[in-house]
């Protein structure tokens, strides 16, 4: 059982910064490829970022490549989302996902483990 915390949301204007934390507890991180997803208010559940377990790989919705890092460190059992260049559109709910496969996905039935999520608002 691997749990997940996300923190670091919040209100930010346009053409701000932020950076999400995911912190895992329970087996062993590095066993287990990570992604983010948002979710706005009626809106289904959108894939941001994953990355690999060894952080070698990574992979990125195109609205977001420039602009948005993942990244994590397997001995803080943590994954980042630096999110740069914030736009009114990228304001959602933003979720941390675990899953124990090898290859990098988008789609969010594959990811075993969720985190509650971290609300994130960008003003304009």
């Known amino acids: 059982q691997v749990q997940l915390v996300e923190s670091g949301g919040g209100l930010v204007q346009t053409g701000g910064s932020l950076r999400l934390s995911c912190v895992a507890s329970?087996?062993?991180?590095?066993?287990?490829?990570m992604g983010w997803f948002r979710q706005a208010p009626g809106k289904e559940r959108e894939f941001v970022a994953a990355?690999?377990?060894?952080?070698?790989?990574?992979y990125y919705v195109d609205s977001v490549k420039g602009r948005f890092t993942i990244s994590r460190d397997n001995a803080k059992k943590t994954v980042y989302l630096q999110m740069n260049s914030l736009k009114p559109e990228d304001t959602a709910v933003y979720y941390c996902?675990?899953?124990?496969?090898?290859?990098?996905?988008?789609?969010?039935?594959?990811?075993?483990?969720w985190g509650q999520g971290t609300q994130v608002t960008v003003s304009s």
């Open positions: 990355i690999s377990r060894s952080g070698g790989n990574t």
């Open positions: 329970g087996p062993i991180f590095s066993n287990y490829a």
């Open positions: 996902a675990a899953r124990s496969g090898v290859a990098l996905t988008a789609t969010p039935i594959m990811y075993t483990y």
